[in-house]
């Protein structure tokens, strides 16, 4: 088992939807998780940081976790084409220093 | 804020010789920062972590001797790709953690803009 699973995708959403992100990770004793949105070509840039348990909410973004299930989602309302990237779930897990342990990613296709 | 940048941007070297990846962090103090490398539509891939004044640890299946990593400053890393091969050609992506106080956002990592290194 992958310590953060993520499905690959793509995720195709119409134009103005909400695009739902899920991952699910391994270690129950993971204490920050975090959302990347990769563009092609591009590095990964940070759009979303989750710490507690529910909701966290920033502009068009929404980040929810559930540590009892052991996954984390993204929520992003009023999609846009330009929300057309790849988003990869990172956790810090047990162990192994600082470094997070980042999904595969999600493709997502907003298309018009 | 968070910003890192990186340089070169890209590169082109012939096989066999060595390149240097320059990776800053320019308004926060880095005590940690890390090394990937993508391959086109694969996975990022952690290659080392390297803390500030100390060896960089290099993760399994990666040469140390190939791949020389100095963390001289908070604020400055370098990535050596040493007699490179064309297999190296790859997009090296460098990322840095403010580390502030411990607790959970110390480990929020901030990318740099990648490096895009091809051998010939």
């Known amino acids: 088992q992958k310590e953060v699973e993520q499905n690959s995708g793509p995720l195709s959403v119409p134009e103005g939807a909400i695009a739902s992100l899920n991952c699910t990770y391994s270690d129950r004793g993971s204490q920050s998780f975090f959302w990347y949105r990769q563009y092609s070509g591009k590095s990964p840039e940070l759009i979303m940081s989750i710490y507690s348990n529910g909701d966290k909410e920033d502009g068009r973004f929404t980040a929810q976790l559930n540590k009892a299930s052991q996954y984390v989602s993204l929520l992003i309302r009023d999609s846009q084409p330009s929300d057309s990237a790849t988003y990869l779930c990172?956790?810090?897990?047990?162990?192994?220093?600082?470094?997070?342990?980042f999904g595969t990613g999600t493709q997502l296709k907003v298309e018009l | 804020g968070a910003v890192v940048s990186q340089h070169p941007s890209w590169v082109i070297c012939k096989s066999g010789t060595s390149v240097k990846i320059e990776c800053r962090s320019l308004?926060?103090?880095?005590?940690?920062m890390f090394w990937y490398r993508q391959f086109p539509k694969q996975s990022l891939m952690l290659m080392a972590t390297s803390n500030e004044g100390s060896k960089a640890t290099y993760e399994q299946g990666v040469e140390k001797d190939k791949f020389l990593i100095n963390h001289a400053s908070l604020t400055l890393s370098t990535l050596t790709v040493t007699s490179a091969h064309p297999e190296d050609s790859s997009f090296y992506i460098c990322s840095a953690s403010p580390g502030l106080a411990g607790g959970p956002s110390s480990y929020e990592q901030y990318f740099g803009p990648g490096t895009r290194l091809t051998v010939t």
């Open positions: 990172a956790v810090k897990v047990g162990g192994g220093g600082n470094k997070l342990t």
């Open positions: 308004d926060f103090q880095a005590t940690t």
